[in-house]
């Protein structure tokens, strides 16, 4: 690189730091207001209190509260069926099925739980072009999936807003709806995106709470937490028509801190952007190569009472229920508002076609392939629905569009 060619690209990072770092985005986080709810929920919270949350025809953050406490526990029968009932009542029995397209683990961000980071020594980086990812979607395709989600790590140069693009056209033209969970880009970019095809975003915050988020990100475009934050307004104002949110449970030992703050965030983008499709996740924390097992913040049982609890709480959002979990968790999980479900998951670059080339970005706990996963469902009465099918949801728009 000749000498002002390598100016400019200092001066062009410059400026896209300034960028990121002076960015607010729309949606506010009351930390002081979620410290007092997450403290009225460990320790506060009366038998009372639950029956009021179960019986409110509208739920507030307050009976979100009152729903995953400890004291609710014990009523954890009570919170399943009235999360199923509600479910059924505004999905009907059906499953949407989706599975994800690794591109890349090539990364320049250092996040202290990721397989993918970029100090991580003991793995084998791998980029696939984007004619594999295509095969990779087709191979897909053979198994009943129609909706993939292109999933990589951060890196300007082997995963680019223009390797990017390329992908999603490639697996667009074999598929009904692709997805991405990429690293947060800028409106411009993201609209970008959905030209090419793309229409829905995953990007979990991983960690709501601000004064925790630094701890476990400390490289990378990723440390900025605002940043993050605000990449569902973006990708929504750019013409997304799916946002899927969610907090990596294990990270911040105040789980219920955690899903207080996301169905907060939820909340706000199914008001500002009205017509389109949010949905909700709570992965736990799984070991991935060059980590020690991670602690278990969450017990199962508190992970089906969340569940439940955002269900009741958040009506109208979907529910993503990941591989992470254990087959005999997940088929126990369906009946308490799941309404989105990965199944025969391969976490590394190339994984269905070409397995063995990349080490996984975690370890996946339901191996089961696709066609049994399907069986379980119907066996349970639901029927698995391998494609998006929302016609209503195929444009975002705000809450501005209601005055037109």
Excluded at 193 to 218: K, M, N, S, T, W
Excluded at 311 to 316: K, Q, W
Aim: charged share 25%; proline share 5%.
């Amino acid at each position: 690189m000749t000498a002002p060619a390598a100016e400019l690209l200092q001066l062009q990072r410059k400026a896209e730091r300034e960028r990121i770092t002076g960015y607010e985005p729309e949606f506010r986080l009351e930390v002081k207001d979620l410290d007092e709810l997450s403290e009225w929920s460990r320790s506060g919270v009366s038998d009372g209190d639950v029956s009021r949350a179960l019986r409110s025809a509208r739920r507030t953050p307050e009976d979100l509260a009152a729903l995953i406490s400890p004291t609710a526990q014990s009523r954890l029968e009570e919170l399943a069926a009235s999360a199923h009932a509600a479910t059924v009542r505004r999905f009907g029995r059906v499953m949407q099925m989706f599975a994800p397209v690794y591109l890349s683990n090539e990364c320049v961000s250092e996040c202290t739980y990721c397989g993918f980071q970029v100090f991580n020594r003991d793995i084998v980086r791998k980029t696939i072009p984007p004619k594999q990812a295509a095969i990779e979607t087709r191979y897909l395709g053979s198994l009943g999936f129609r909706h993939v989600l292109l999933v990589s790590g951060e890196h300007p140069k082997h995963v680019s807003a223009d390797y990017v693009c390329d992908c999603i056209r490639e697996c667009a033209r074999h598929t009904s709806s692709v997805s991405v969970e990429v690293q947060a880009w800028d409106e411009q970019t993201y609209r970008r995106f959905v030209e090419a095809g793309c229409d829905g975003l995953v990007i979990y915050q991983e960690v709501y709470d601000p004064r925790r988020y630094g701890d476990f990100h400390l490289k990378g475009n990723k440390r900025f937490w605002g940043w993050r934050l605000g990449a569902p307004e973006r990708a929504l104002s750019a013409g997304m028509r799916r946002i899927g949110l969610g907090s990596l449970v294990g990270l911040n030992s105040d789980w219920r801190w955690e899903a207080l703050a996301l169905a907060s965030h939820a909340s706000f983008l199914m008001r500002r952007f009205w017509r389109s499709e949010v949905t909700v996740s709570l992965p736990r924390l799984e070991p991935a190569t060059g980590f020690e097992r991670p602690l278990k913040a969450m017990s199962d049982r508190e992970l089906a009472q969340a569940l439940a609890a955002l269900r009741l709480t958040l009506p109208d959002a979907g529910i993503v229920l990941s591989t992470r979990e254990p087959a005999w968790l997940r088929d126990g999980l369906v009946r308490l508002g799941v309404t989105h479900m990965s199944a025969g998951s391969r976490t590394e670059p190339g994984g269905y076609c070409e397995p063995g080339g990349a080490e996984q970005q975690f370890e996946v706990a339901d191996h089961r392939p696709a066609a049994q996963v399907a069986a379980m469902l119907r066996d349970a009465g639901y029927d698995p629905v391998w494609k998006e099918s929302s016609p209503a949801l195929r444009r975002s728009a705000t809450t501005s569009d209601l005055r037109i």
